[in-house]
């Protein structure tokens, strides 16, 4: 009873901290996962909004300077712009003269390395998302393992504090896995809406640049 009472006052008075030491080395692994999962969200969070800015007068004054013949000008609106579809845009008006079949793969060559540059690291998320819980199961296994060969050590004193060190490490390491996997997750679905979304603007911009190419000269 004494013993009981002691395991259930140091769980009372236990922090956060000090119950995460409790999961062991493969806490290590699981916080390298959470700050690279923190990271990629935050950065590519930042890129997103960046290439998420669009000026609605953009596409009009590109369509002005083309049909008044000022490439020059329409150059640099794309590069002063510096936005994805800028850079698409950009990329088709240097392709001018040429057969709308070459203007448009090049067009779609540059928003094939747009789509890359705002994918960057998601594929870290994804790895977080299902290695994380992984490791937390491991966490588990490795625990009821410590778990057992205490009770056989121990023999017929078997007792609560002489299995705790680890059904410690199986549960907390279960928790953790699972808390960076869903965050992990979460973030990736996030991002990867927002860059679908950037796509489908893209994919407008792209259409409304050929339809200014074979708009009628007036």
Known sequence: MQQMATAQTEAATMNAFDLALKGGWLMIILLILLLMTIYVLIERALVINKASKDDNSFMNRIKDYILDGKIDAAVALCRNTDTPSSRM??????????????????????????????????????????????????????????????????????????????????????????????????????????IKGIVNRLEMRIMEFMDILNEPAA
């Open 89 to 194: 845009v950009e990329k088709g008006i240097s392709r001018l003269g040429r057969p709308t079949a070459d203007v448009m793969s090049a067009i779609e060559n540059q928003g094939n390395i747009e789509i890359s540059k705002l994918e960057k690291g998601i594929a870290a998320l994804a790895t977080s998302s299902s290695g994380a819980p992984m490791v937390g199961f491991l966490g588990t296994v490795t625990g009821m393992v410590k778990a057992f060969m205490s009770m056989a050590s121990a023999g017929s004193n078997v007792s609560i504090t002489t299995l705790s060190a680890g059904i410690y490490e199986a549960l907390v390491t279960t928790v953790a896995g699972l808390i960076v996997g869903i965050i992990a997750l979460f973030a990736f679905n996030y991002l990867t809406n927002r």
